[in-house]
C-alpha cells in the first residue's frame, strides 16, 4: 500500500509541539508575554532569508523568528521582513497573534499529496536550516492554518514549483 493511502486526514494523530503566531513587532511581543504572561525568555534569532514557493510561486522571502517554550510547547513568534508568503498575507489581511500549529511528520510530500486529494493547498513550502516545513490552507476550515515539518534527520532539501 503507498504511503498516500495509508495516512489519513485524521489530525488527531499528530501532535502539536508548536504554536505559531505573526506579529509586526517580535521584540516587543515577547516584551510583552514575558511580562505579562510570565513566559520564558524568547531567544530572538537575525532575520534570515530563505527560497520558497509560495502559492505556486517562487519567492526570496525574509522573517524574523523569536522562541521559548510555554505549558510543554514551543511558541513561535514571527516578523515578516520582505519577500511574498504566508506571513505577510496574514498580516495584510488585517490579523496579529496565532496563526498556526506545527506537527513534525516523517514525510512532508505524503501529506501534501494527501492533502491536495481533500482539496486543502499547501500554499507555503521551505526549508529553514535544517527543517523542510509546508503549511496547509485549513483557514476556512480549522480557523487556523496547520504546518507540517520533516521529522529532524529525515528532511531533505526540495523546493518543488
Request: aromatic letters at 14%; one cysteine or more; a negative charge.
Amino acid at each position: 500500500m503507498s504511503m498516500e493511502k495509508e495516512l489519513n486526514m485524521n489530525i488527531g494523530d499528530l501532535e502539536i509541539f508548536q504554536l505559531g503566531y505573526v506579529y509586526k513587532d517580535i521584540k516587543k511581543q515577547a516584551k510583552i508575554m514575558e511580562e505579562l504572561w510570565n513566559m520564558p525568555k524568547f531567544a530572538i534569532l537575525p532575520p534570515q532569508t530563505n527560497e520558497v514557493i509560495y502559492r505556486g510561486e517562487k519567492s526570496t522571502y525574509t522573517t524574523q523568528i523569536a522562541f521559548t517554550r510555554y505549558f510543554g510547547k514551543q511558541i513561535e513568534l514571527i516578523e515578516w521582513v520582505s519577500g511574498e508568503g504566508i506571513h505577510k498575507e496574514f498580516l495584510d489581511n488585517g490579523n496579529e497573534g496565532f496563526q498556526h500549529v506545527s506537527c513534525f511528520v516523517d514525510d512532508v510530500d505524503a501529506y501534501i499529496k494527501l492533502f491536495k486529494q481533500h482539496d486543502i493547498d499547501a500554499v507555503f513550502i521551505g526549508s529553514i536550516g535544517k527543517q523542510y516545513f509546508a503549511y496547509f490552507d485549513t483557514e476556512d476550515s480549522l480557523g487556523f492554518i496547520i504546518e507540517l515539518q520533516m521529522t529532524r534527520g529525515k528532511r531533505q532539501k526540495r523546493i518543488r514549483k
